[in-house]
């Protein structure tokens, strides 16, 4: 399991392998699958740790074989994190609408993501350069809106647009906005960080 080392850590490792678990058993109790019951009630006794009360934004992805499978989740921290994610664990396998439903012979294929959220922060900025200047790739999530649109890219989407102008046009897409919307100083820019955790190739 990877954990990226940002500034936003507020969960250790083995925390981290218990919230993988949840999302994996809500998933599977969806699915109708039996669940190991020690394991299960060993998971019940980690999740009585107040840490999984704290509320922030959390998003659940799922891939198989390196590609997207799924992927829901909430900025706002509205909830707690043990009920984001047991909500868009369930959201990612059988609510996201570019996918169908996970069957359960997928189920052994998915590899289970689960991301943090900081409180987003809002970016001043003058134009698109400017707002190049002030951006951490590789460690900032964006959020960009204007009215009604609005969408987020996860710093892990670095790693698929590496070049700040791709990664702002494909967010001002996602959004329903122009490609180059990000290029005036007109949207409302928030910027905010991640904990990341995701399951070893083969899950157990």
Known sequence: MKNNKGSFN??????????????????????????????AALLSDDLKNQRFDLHRGTFVTLNIDGDLRGCIGNISASDSVKCGVRENAVNAAFHDPRFPDLSEDELGKIKIEISILSEPQPVEYKDGADLIKKLN????????????????FLPQVWKQ????????????????????????????????????????????
């Open 10 to 39: 507020e969960f250790n490792t083995e925390q981290g392998k218990s919230l993988l678990a949840l999302a994996r058993h809500t998933i599977m109790k969806e699915l109708k699958l039996e669940i190991d019951k020690t394991r």
């Open 137 to 152: 790739p590789n460690s900032d999530g964006l959020i960009l809106r204007k009215g009604a649109a609005g969408a987020t």
């Open 161 to 204: 647009l590496p070049n700040p102008e791709e990664f702002l046009t494909h967010l001002c897409l996602k959004a329903g906005l122009p490609a180059d919307a990000w290029k005036s100083s007109g949207l409302e820019a928030l910027t905010y960080q991640v904990q990341h955790f995701e399951e070893p190739p083969d899950p157990e």
